[in-house]
Structures are given as C-alpha cells and as structure tokens.
Nanobody, 119 residues
Framework: QVQLVESGGGLVQAGGSLRLSCTASGSIFGINAMGWHRQVPGKQRELVAH???????NYADSVKGRFTISREYAKNTVYLQMNSLKPEDTAVYYCHGIIRTTLRVGDYWGQGTQVTVSS
C-alpha cells in the first residue's frame, strides 16, 4: 500500500505565502512523478504543478511565476511553495503521485489540504 500525506495548508491573506508538503510512504519501488492539483466546489480538479523523476516541471498558467514545485527524492517528498497568493487560489489542494510498487505503476492521491486566501 502507498499513502500520500499532505501538510501546510491554512488561511492566509492575499499577497502572502504558504508551503505545502506531501510525503509518500509504503511499499514504494520508485516514483515517476509527483504533483499538486486543486479543486473548488462545483469545478473539476485541475493541475497546479508537476515534477518528474528527472526534475522536469510544468505549471498551470495561472500560477506561473508565483508557485514553485520541488522534490526531496531521498524523503519521497514534494513541496509546493506558493507566493503572492490570490483569493482565486482558494481550493483544496491534492497531492498526486505516479508511483511504482512491486506489483504495478499507479496513480495515488492524498486526502487534500485546504488553502484559503482572504482578500
């Protein structure tokens, strides 16, 4: 079994910063990629940022220049540094991993962490 556990969400004023963390644990053989998605009620979950095993990154246009994704490979941990936060960044943020176990390669999700940006 694989688990993803997020931390770091909370309430912040517009213009402020937060850092989200997500650690994968369990029967992990390797991690192909990790990333962050977000969802607001009534809307589809959307990709925020993504980082592959070779360090390649991509970002949603709405967060480019404000958010930075990084990985700590030895700890199976991914971070999302969020700066210059806007009220429209308010959402539940979900960690996602494409993870190899001894049995398969699969998509795994965390339970989500709430980020609220007040105006």
């Amino acid at each position: 079994q694989v688990q993803l556990v997020e931390s770091g969400g909370g309430l912040v004023q517009a213009g402020g910063s937060l850092r989200l963390s997500c650690t994968a644990s369990g029967s992990i053989f390797g991690i192909n990629a990790m990333g962050w998605h977000r969802q607001v009620p009534g809307k589809q979950r959307e990709l925020v940022a993504h980082i592959t095993s070779d360090g390649s990154t991509n970002y949603a246009d709405s967060v480019k220049g404000r958010f930075t994704i990084s990985r700590e490979y030895a700890k199976n941990t991914v971070y999302l540094q969020m700066n210059s936060l806007k009220p429209e960044d308010t959402a539940v943020y979900y960690c996602h991993g494409i993870i190899r176990t001894t049995l398969r390669v699969g998509d795994y999700w965390g339970q989500g962490t709430q980020v609220t940006v007040s105006s």
